[in-house]
Structures are given as structure tokens and as C-alpha cells.
């Protein structure tokens, strides 16, 4: 079974995006409380837009650009 992309699904669960990003809960969960990572709720579930992670991508290279 294939991960879905950002291009095939608008939203994703936590744990999806830990998957997609290669990262921790928890660090999911820290990057989405600094405002690093954009989500919205949906009832009780918090979702991570597709958008929001191709925008989280973009900072992180851009950060990387900057440290060189």
C-alpha cells in the first residue's frame, strides 16, 4: 500500500503526517504548538493540511538556506 502525497489527500491524521514528515509525535505536536506546522480541528481530531506541509517543507529549507 502506497503513503499518500500531499497532492492526493487534503488533510491528514497525526499519525499520517509523522509518516509523510519523518517525524515524532510529538514533535509533530511541538511544531503545530510553536505555529510551525498549520492544523485544524475537525471535532475532536486535529488535521494537518496538505498545504501546511508543503508550506513546513518550505521552511525548513529555507532555514537550512539560511544556516549554509
Known sequence: MNTPGPDDTQLYRITDAMQLLRLSR??????????????????RARLITANGIRQYIALLEKEAEEAA
Open 26 to 43: 510529538s514533535l509533530i505536536y511541538d511544531q503545530i504548538r510553536t505555529g510551525r506546522l498549520r492544523s485544524v480541528k475537525q471535532g
